[in-house]
């Protein structure tokens, strides 16, 4: 599922941090397991497929982003921490009320304000 909710965003690099934050969110219970790998067969070649449809998404995105193809595992690096740390912080209810409840609009604001000046 998550795969799939990348890869429908994936003409748009913008969208794709705002869908990894729209998974977390809309599949709470699946995003946490995901990052838990002694609670799911790692081996489990759909699995797999699903990890490596995954991850060329963000790659993909991220490297569209870099300033440098130097600098593609770096950008790649910051872009997940970022989707994933706000993600995380959402969920966990971290973030101030100042949100204004739409973790999207959010999102996408936040990421073209840390990458914007890249592309």
Known sequence: MFAETLERAAEDVWEVGVAYVRFAIDHRPYFEVMFRPELYRVDDPSVQSAHQRAAQVLVTSASSL??????????????WSLAHGFASL???GAL????????????????????????
């Open 90 to 92: 959402w969920l966990s």
């Open 96 to 119: 101030p009320e100042s949100a204004d409840g739409d973790p999207e609009a959010l999102a996408r604001s936040m990421i073209r304000l840390m990458f914007g000046a890249l592309r």
């Open 66 to 79: 870099s300033p440098r193809p130097a600098d593609d595992r770096l950008t790649t690096i910051a872009a």
